[in-house]
């Protein structure tokens, strides 16, 4: 059970009703514990820092937004933000964090 | 798996190792009061922000509840008026606050495939607090939108 690498959940919202040359809202939200460094656990020890601290959305090669996360960001950080696809594309999602956290998505657009 | 100590017995032990650690002389107690002074006021990290330039009030709106229930996930809205076409688009967004451990709480960034200068966001209050949204546009103009959040239950920095 501890071998197995913990997988990285995340809900991306908004991709399928795509119309061409339409904006449009996305929805993400990253399962992840934004532990802040500052809280103790029942023992009294610091429960250590674990932030996500960067999200990008590339529509292809251009740049939809760009987000840098701090510890007020809620824990599963959500973001919601708008771009228009004017033909098919790829929409990537990425996150960067601490310990090494790095994680990216992908979704094939084909706007109606 | 023991149970963890009851509330009391967590805080015996961490004032046994706090006073432990100030007795070699760490002075934990210290740090802390340290880092917290090294942290910016929401006047001075607006001050960086604005690179010396000016700020004006407006164009941008953060769409916070005025009164939160709870301070541990609290929905945002930040968006700005222009139309993100040629110079009339938004280069960054900044959100900071004024009582929380940090001052910053989400920058933003948008590029040539965002047509709305919106976005939506939930962030941690630790108590009743000014938050300001800062947008710098492309044609070098700076606006800002102060807000001021009553916060019920507060979001836990330490237990």
Not at chain 1, 26 to 46: C, I, S
Not at chain 1, 56 to 65: K, M, P, Q
Not at chain 2, 14 to 30: D, I, K, T
Not at chain 2, 60 to 68: S, Y
């Amino acid at each position: 059970m501890a071998d197995t690498p913990t997988r990285v959940r995340t809900l991306i919202h908004g991709t399928d009703a795509l119309k061409r040359g339409v904006p449009a809202e996305l929805r993400v939200t990253l399962a992840h514990p934004m532990e802040n460094g500052l809280r103790h656990d029942g023992w009294g020890n610091v429960v250590p820092r674990n932030l996500a601290t960067r999200f990008e959305c590339r529509l292809d090669d251009a740049l939809v937004i760009a987000a840098d996360l701090y510890p007020a960001i809620a824990t599963n950080p959500y973001l919601a933000f708008w771009v228009r696809a004017d033909g098919p594309g790829t929409l990537h999602f990425e996150w960067w964090g601490d310990n090494g956290f790095h994680h990216r998505e992908s979704r094939a657009v084909a706007p109606a | 798996m023991s149970r963890p100590p009851s509330p009391r017995q967590a805080g015996l032990r961490r004032r046994r190792v706090l006073g432990a650690a100030a007795a070699a002389g760490l002075g934990l107690r210290l740090q802390a009061v340290q880092a917290v002074s090294a942290v910016p006021s929401l006047a001075e990290i607006e001050r960086q922000w604005a690179r010396g330039r000016p700020v004006t009030e407006g164009r941008v709106t953060l769409e916070v509840p005025p009164l939160v229930e709870n301070g541990n996930t609290v929905p945002v809205r930040v968006r700005v008026d222009c139309t993100m076409t040629g110079t009339d688009r938004v280069l960054e967004l900044a959100l900071f606050n004024e009582k929380n451990p940090q001052r910053e709480v989400l920058q933003l960034a948008f590029g040539p495939a965002c047509p709305r200068a919106q976005a939506d966001a939930r962030i941690r209050l630790a108590t009743s607090q000014q938050l300001v949204a800062l947008a710098r546009l492309a044609d070098g103009s700076q606006w800002s939108h102060h807000v001021d959040v009553v916060v019920t239950l507060a979001a836990c920095i330490e237990t």
